[in-house]
């Protein structure tokens, strides 16, 4: 590890200082100002004349002998290398300081101080919000594994402030790390970042900027086995997402590269999956270490708005080979203004539609909410929707279908002018039916009867029992079950198109 010499010599510095003033109050290493007085120490270092600061500094605690001594050890650094030192040394200092004087003798290294000081510790702060919130993970390398700093916490030092994306504090022992190197993992309000951290452990206690860091495409991360995932996990990897999903991954992204040149703006992928396409073999959503239902949550909203776009573009690329794609605009954001393309069907024009949704507060990005009233027929279309919906079955009001294609209407604007005229309503299923069976009551059958479309069709990918199939055909609805890359559901699917 590249810090060993420096913690060597800011070991020889600390044992220097605390020779010459065993009770020199720097900072006390424990107190929740800590990180701030660390960060003062390295700012008042850093700028303006750094020797003369440093001698300024130290002479509040050491005679002006000491700290020439201490200059000299330090002196043939680069700067940045004399600040990490004298900050590594302050906080091995204030770690000395519960070490009987006796062992000081003994100390030589920095491995020597860490037998004589188990009990030294840093302490971590981390953003616990899924994938989809301002977040941050560290994860301790270890060969091949990756394992979640906070494994390693002190017992009792884990505290958790709030409630949503909540700032979760602990300590790790610095001798279960110091000569390991951690990876930082982060993502904003708008999804996880595509690069990462990684630096050596002990910097840590160093400020942001300080850090060795190495910034490392997120794809780094493909080398390592995460520690965290479950057996079932495990198995699901192996299984459905390496021989399903990721065939579905890799013909989205070829698709959307072979349409590249019918388009007019780039496309725009949900924010999860835009970075699962860089070349990520793991779901994403196993980065999430600290609870397996917050990794399952975010597992299902990947796993969906893969499935239900795989379909959408192979639904483009059937309607392009036939010569009936007029305009193409991949924009798969949700409440979306256009649609996603516009096709000839039946001697006029359909738009297709991804998420389709008539939410009066989002609908095409908010529109209504610049009408001073809306058109006559969304009232009534508003009224029909509490006449199809049962209040003791539907929890929510089914206004978002997976995907809908519309005749006549090219873009909001025609829809409000015109009203809807709905050719296809599809909803995508990705799961096992038992995990989605009440939604046949609660949103397939709602969105037959609220949006009226000349076919409602279910496109599963997983195989629904028969006797399911048929009660849904006595109901209007198509069900086609298998419609993924390794069966011939998408070809059945297609011939509604």
Not at 296 to 317: C, N, P, R, V, Y
Not at 372 to 378: D, E, Y
Request: net charge positive.
């Amino acid at each position: 590890m590249q810090s060993t010499n420096l913690l060597d010599v800011a070991t020889n510095v600390a044992t220097l200082m605390f020779r010459a003033n065993p009770n020199a109050n720097f900072v006390r290493y424990q107190s929740p100002s800590f990180q701030t007085s660390i960060y003062s120490i390295y700012l008042m270092m850093k700028l303006g004349d750094f020797k003369s600061n440093f001698i300024s500094f130290f002479s509040k605690y050491f005679s002006q002998n000491i700290i020439l001594t201490i200059w000299n050890l330090v002196n043939n650094y680069a700067l940045d290398d004399i600040i990490r030192i004298i900050l590594y040394s302050i906080f091995i200092y204030t770690n000395l300081q519960n070490i009987p004087n006796t062992y000081i003798q003994k100390i030589n290294n920095f491995s020597s101080f860490l037998y004589f000081a188990p009990k030294s510790t840093i302490s971590v702060t981390e953003f616990h919000g899924g994938l989809s919130k301002s977040s941050n993970y560290y994860f301790l390398i270890d060969g091949n594994n990756l394992q979640h700093l906070m494994a390693f916490a002190v017992p009792g030092s884990v505290q958790k402030i709030g409630f949503k994306n909540p700032e979760v504090l602990y300590n790790v022992y610095i001798n279960d790390i110091y000569d390991k190197c951690v990876v930082e993992f982060s993502s904003s309000n708008s999804g996880p970042f595509s690069n990462i951290e990684v630096f050596p452990a002990i910097d840590l206690v160093l400020p942001f900027d300080l850090r060795r860091a190495s910034r490392k495409p997120i794809t780094y991360l493909n080398n390592f086995n995460f520690k965290w995932i479950t057996t079932n996990e495990m198995s699901f990897l192996r299984k459905q997402w390496t021989q399903v999903y990721m065939q579905m991954i890799n013909s989205i992204k070829s698709i959307s590269s072979t349409l590249s040149s019918l388009l007019k703006y780039p496309p725009i992928f949900p924010s999860l999956l835009n970075i699962q396409m860089a070349g990520i073999n793991f779901p994403l959503s196993f980065l999430i270490p600290y609870n397996i239902n917050a990794r399952q949550k975010s597992l299902e909203g990947l796993m969906k708005e893969i499935h239900q776009i795989w379909i959408m573009l192979q639904i483009i690329t059937y309607l392009k080979n036939q010569a009936r794609l007029k305009l193409l605009n991949l924009d798969f954001s949700q409440s979306s203004s256009n649609p996603i393309a516009i096709f000839s069907c039946n001697g006029q024009d359909c738009s297709l539609w991804y998420e389709f949704d008539m939410n009066p507060h989002t609908m095409c990005r908010g529109l209504l909410w610049n009408l001073n009233s809306g058109p006559s027929w969304l009232e009534n279309f508003y009224q029909r929707v509490t006449k199809c919906i049962n209040s003791s079955t539907v929890t929510s009001i089914p206004l978002r279908p997976d995907i809908v294609i519309l005749r006549g209407a090219k873009n909001c604007q025609d829809i409000l002018s015109n009203g809807l005229s709905v050719e296809i309503v599809i909803e995508c299923k990705n799961q096992q039916y038992k995990f989605w069976s009440n939604n046949i009551k609660t949103q397939i059958l709602p969105y037959k009867c609220i949006f009226n479309p000349n076919k409602m069709i279910l496109a599963s990918m997983e195989q629904i029992p028969n006797i399911i199939k048929t009660q849904l055909s006595n109901n209007g609805v198509i069900a086609i079950d298998l419609v993924e890359p390794n069966n011939n559901g998408i070809t059945q699917l297609l011939k509604y198109i």
